[in-house]
Every structure is written in structure tokens, then in C-alpha cells.
């Protein structure tokens, strides 16, 4: 839930540490309880911080919370957003939980949009519920791969890790004049 609300804590990280846990238990619903634990926290939290983003949109002086969505979510990804909630409407919702920094830019078109809380809230069921069988899986994958737990939880979380960044890491290398070369050389001074 706190990482709805703080996007900055790896709670990708923490449910695949958990399922790694949980993999090496003995309890036959330990996996089942993670990922119901999981998925309620971070619907919890994306409606909280949806409710929040609904009330301070309406507020005569705006939100501090909706403009630090709004600085956190770039105008042509915004602007991305909102097109294809329009087109595709829940299902960009599921598929924006899955992709790194994808989620805040869609809920900040939500709010724009002037979805209600309701509609809302049954498109985030799905995407959490997709995100933490995601996550979950990384887990999985890593509790099975090595005999000892911690050496489970080590492994999801360097996957999980570079999953999230991956992305970032790629748009910054691709970026124009980022590459080999670029800098101030051959340019008039």
C-alpha cells in the first residue's frame, strides 16, 4: 500500500521476495496468502491515492498531490495516456500497473479524464491482480532456482530491480545526442 502512495519503494521487489518465502514453506496457502495480501495493499493503495488525486482536483486551490503526480508523469506520456484510455479504457489500467513508471501517467488521465472512484476502483482490480501474479512469479521463479531462501529473495530482487529500470535505462541510452560522441566536440564555441 505504501508504495502506491510512495512510488518510490520497490514493492515489486517485496512481493517476489515474499513468494520466495513462501515457496519454501510448508503451509499449502502461503503462496495463496501473498498474493491476496499483495493484491489487497496495492489496491488500497491506488485508490487511496486516486481518492486523494479526486479530491484535490476539486479543491478551489488545486492539490499538492496532483501536481506532484503531474511532475512525476511527462506531458506527451500523459497526453498517451489519455488516448488510449479512451480507446481501450480498463484494459490500459491492467496494462499500466505491469510496465514501470506506466502507472502513475494513467491514473493522472483517469483524473483528468473525470473517471469516478467506482470505475476506478473495478479497472484496478484487475491490474492489481495481474501485477501481483507478475511479481509473484518472478518469486517463483527464484525460490525454485536455489535451494536456500535467501538465495531466492537475492535473485528476485536483482530481477525485479532490472526489470523496473530497464526501461529507463533504455529511453535514456536511445535518446538523441545521449550516444558515443555526443557532447561539445566539432561544435563551435
Same mark, same amino acid.
Given at each position: /500500500?505504501?508504495?502506491?502512495?510512495?512510488?518510490?519503494?520497490?514493492?515489486?521487489?517485496?512481493?517476489?521476495?515474499?513468494?520466495?518465502?513462501?515457496?519454501?514453506?510448508?503451509?499449502?496457502?502461503? /503462496?495463496? #496468502?501473498?498474493?491476496?495480501?499483495?493484491?489487497?495493499?496495492?489496491?488500497?493503495?491506488?485508490?487511496?491515492?486516486?481518492?486523494?488525486? $479526486? &479530491?484535490? #482536483?476539486?479543491? +478551489?486551490?488545486?492539490? &499538492?498531490?496532483?501536481?506532484?503526480? $503531474? +511532475?512525476?508523469?511527462?506531458?506527451?506520456?500523459? @497526453?498517451?495516456?489519455?488516448?488510449?484510455?479512451?480507446?481501450?479504457?480498463?484494459?490500459?489500467?491492467?496494462?499500466?500497473?505491469?510496465?514501470?513508471?506506466?502507472? %502513475?501517467?494513467? /491514473?493522472?488521465?483517469?483524473?483528468?479524464?473525470?473517471?469516478?472512484? +467506482? &470505475?476506478?476502483? $473495478?479497472?484496478?482490480?484487475?491490474?492489481?491482480?495481474?501485477?501481483?501474479?507478475?511479481? /509473484?512469479? %518472478?518469486? %517463483?521463479?527464484?525460490?525454485?532456482?536455489?535451494? @536456500?531462501?535467501? @538465495?531466492?529473495?537475492?535473485?528476485?530482487?536483482?530481477?525485479?530491480?532490472?526489470?523496473?529500470?530497464?526501461?529507463?535505462?533504455?529511453? $535514456?541510452?536511445? &535518446?538523441?545526442?545521449?550516444?558515443?560522441?555526443?557532447?561539445? @566536440?566539432?561544435?563551435?564555441?
Amino acid at each position: /500500500m505504501l508504495g502506491a502512495l510512495v512510488p518510490v519503494v520497490p514493492t515489486g521487489a517485496v512481493v517476489s521476495s515474499a513468494a520466495v518465502v513462501a515457496f519454501h514453506q510448508t503451509h499449502p496457502l502461503s /503462496m495463496l #496468502f501473498v498474493f491476496l495480501v499483495a493484491s489487497f495493499a496495492a489496491f488500497l493503495g491506488d485508490v487511496a491515492l486516486y481518492w486523494l488525486g $479526486r &479530491r484535490g #482536483f476539486g479543491s +478551489r486551490n488545486g492539490s &499538492r498531490w496532483l501536481a506532484a503526480l $503531474r +511532475r512525476h508523469a511527462p506531458p506527451d506520456r500523459l @497526453e498517451q495516456a489519455q488516448l488510449r484510455l479512451r480507446e481501450n479504457g480498463v484494459t490500459v489500467l491492467v496494462l499500466s500497473r505491469l510496465v514501470p513508471a506506466g502507472r %502513475i501517467p494513467v /491514473m493522472l488521465a483517469c483524473l483528468l479524464g473525470d473517471w469516478p472512484l +467506482r &470505475r476506478f476502483a $473495478r479497472g484496478d482490480v484487475p491490474a492489481c491482480l495481474a501485477w501481483s501474479a507478475t511479481y /509473484m512469479l %518472478i518469486g %517463483i521463479l527464484g525460490g525454485s532456482l536455489f535451494p @536456500e531462501p535467501w @538465495e531466492g529473495v537475492l535473485a528476485a530482487v536483482v530481477l525485479t530491480v532490472l526489470l523496473s529500470t530497464a526501461p529507463t535505462i533504455w529511453r $535514456r541510452l536511445r &535518446r538523441p545526442g545521449s550516444g558515443p560522441g555526443a557532447g561539445s @566536440e566539432g561544435q563551435p564555441t
